[in-house]
């Protein structure tokens, strides 16, 4: 069956473009771009197999690397459902699973029961991870071979750093040798360890534990030693502060299989947003500087910094109404990734291609993953959304089952109106 997508406003990441045009959709892929005789093409099409998208922007669907969803362990702050309900109304048409779950995801089975609890519950393409060690306690390493049969797409330990440079020189071998992505999270575990907010006047002035942007720099620079060392494909699922970049850079220009991703909330808040100790603004790592935040915005646009992720990370209202020391980090982002990117586009700090290579393209190629795309031949993973239709967030009308956003009562640009996951709608009137 054919459905066609007329009328629309085409973004295009991998072009770079923005033009007026249609999409031809057929058995759950893209089968062809149109451009020119629009009208005369509709009216091929039989009643009831177009959709008119009303000069309305037409995306390659998100792919979201880095998102949490509770299960197996707490399926009360998110169920695949929830999370797959969640994504469908962000524009997200493949989540990316932490394996940070309270059982870790480990072993073939638990990634068996999640890979089947996704495609039972979920509107939308799931792709998981693998942690990187046994339980994530940093001493045995995974069977990486048998868990990539299984079908983990990347490794990680998330926020559990492996201290022993021995034991991850050993895991980052055998990974290159299965040709495996590996994940970290680069900061100091020493020097990060009970902070809650980023050192600074701000932090002085509140009377918080804090943690220096070094602690970023120093894991990036040891990674960044581990990885020319082993050669192993290697991503940074959140770079957050300038004094980070240069060893990016450096790793790049030096040839290592080296990305990087930076959240949504790095990119469009900053450790004043803290207020008077509002937990829903506490994440990991703390927010920084708006200096650090404009460096993030520009090496995205630059290039240097290659995934936008929203670091979905729920958290149920027992955890989050603590005081700011003790209070649990993280905030939900499924929903509100898009209308926060849409804050820089709005702002004429990336354009619509440049914030959906970031956040569509390159996470799907860093992935080995076909979505991503909007060419001929790719999978009809798209969304379609107004950029510029204006909303107050109301967090407890997000579909996540754990409210804890930071954006509750904001101002906001950016709605979207249809969600198709292989050419089928999953969300939208």
Same mark, same amino acid.
Request: a positive charge.
């Given at each position: 069956m054919s459905t066609l997508l007329s009328n629309a406003r085409l973004i295009d990441p991998e072009a770079g473009t923005e033009i007026v045009g249609s999409v031809k959709i057929e058995n759950g892929v893209i089968a062809e771009i149109l451009t020119q005789d629009l009208d005369k093409i509709v009216k091929t099409f039989p009643a009831g197999k177009v959709i008119d998208c009303q000069g309305m922007c037409l995306a390659p669907g998100i792919v979201d690397i880095g998102v949490k969803v509770s299960e197996p362990g707490e399926r009360h702050k998110e169920s695949f459902k929830s999370a797959g309900a969640a994504a469908a109304a962000g524009g997200v048409t493949t989540i990316v699973t932490r394996p940070d779950t309270l059982n870790a995801i480990d072993t073939p089975e638990v990634l068996e029961f999640v890979t089947r609890r996704a495609a039972q519950d979920a509107l939308v393409n799931v792709?998981?991870?693998?942690?990187?060690?046994?339980?994530?306690?940093?001493?045995?390493m995974v069977e990486v071979g048998f868990m990539k049969d299984a079908g983990a797409v990347a490794f990680t330990d998330c926020d559990h750093i492996i201290?022993?440079?021995?034991?991850?020189?050993?895991? %980052?071998?055998?990974?290159? $040798?299965?040709? +495996?992505?590996?994940?970290?999270?680069?900061?100091?575990?020493?020097? *990060?360890?009970?902070?809650?907010?980023?050192?600074?006047?701000?932090?002085?002035?509140?009377?918080?534990?804090a943690v220096s942007p070094m602690a970023? /720099?120093?894991?990036?620079?040891?990674?960044?030693?581990?990885?020319?060392?082993t050669g192993v494909k290697y991503h940074a699922d959140q770079i957050t502060t300038a004094r980070a970049l240069p060893a990016l850079e450096r790793a790049k220009a030096n040839g290592l299989d080296v990305t990087a991703g930076v959240s949504i909330h790095h990119l469009t808040l900053n450790e004043f947003?803290?207020?008077? %100790?509002?937990?829903?603004?506490?994440?990991?790592?703390?927010?920084?500087? &708006?200096?650090?935040?404009?460096?993030?915005?520009?090496?995205?646009?630059?290039?240097?910094?290659?995934?936008?992720?929203?670091?979905?990370?729920?958290?149920? &209202?027992? $955890?989050?109404?603590?005081?700011?020391?003790? +209070?649990? *980090?993280?905030?939900?982002?499924?929903?509100?990734?898009?209308?926060?990117?849409?804050?820089? %586009?709005?702002?004429?700090?990336?354009?619509?291609?440049?914030?959906?290579?970031?956040?569509?393209?390159?996470?799907?190629?860093?992935?080995?993953?076909? $979505?991503?795309?909007?060419a001929k031949g790719a999978p009809a993973d798209l969304v379609l959304f107004d950029p510029d239709a204006p909303f107050?967030?109301? /967090?407890?009308?997000?579909?996540?089952?754990?409210?804890?956003?930071?954006?509750?009562?904001?101002?906001?640009?950016?709605?979207?109106?249809?969600?198709?996951?292989?050419?089928t709608q999953v969300y939208g009137d």
């Open positions: 792709a998981h991870m693998s942690a990187l060690t046994r339980g994530r306690q940093g001493r045995e201290t022993d440079n021995k034991i991850v020189g050993r895991c %980052y071998t055998y990974a290159r $040798s299965l040709n +495996a992505l590996v994940i970290g999270h680069p900061q100091d575990p020493a020097l *990060s360890k009970g902070a809650a907010v980023t050192s600074g006047k701000f932090a002085s002035l509140r009377g918080l534990p970023e /720099r120093m894991a990036l620079d040891r990674d960044m030693t581990l990885v020319e060392m947003d803290l207020g008077d %100790y509002r937990t829903f603004f506490k994440v990991k790592p703390p927010l920084r500087s &708006e200096d650090d935040r404009i460096a993030m915005v520009e090496a995205v646009a630059s290039g240097l910094i290659d995934v936008i992720s929203s670091m979905h990370t729920p958290q149920d &209202e027992e $955890s989050k109404r603590l005081p700011f020391e003790e +209070a649990a *980090s993280g905030a939900v982002a499924l929903e509100t990734l898009l209308p926060a990117a849409m804050r820089l %586009y709005h702002a004429g700090m990336l354009s619509l291609p440049q914030l959906f290579a970031a956040m569509a393209l390159n996470p799907a190629r860093r992935l080995g993953l076909a $979505s991503g795309r909007l107050v967030l109301d /967090r407890f009308k997000l579909k996540s089952k754990s409210k804890n956003t930071p954006f509750d009562g904001q101002r906001m640009q950016g709605k979207v109106l249809k969600t198709f996951v292989a050419g």
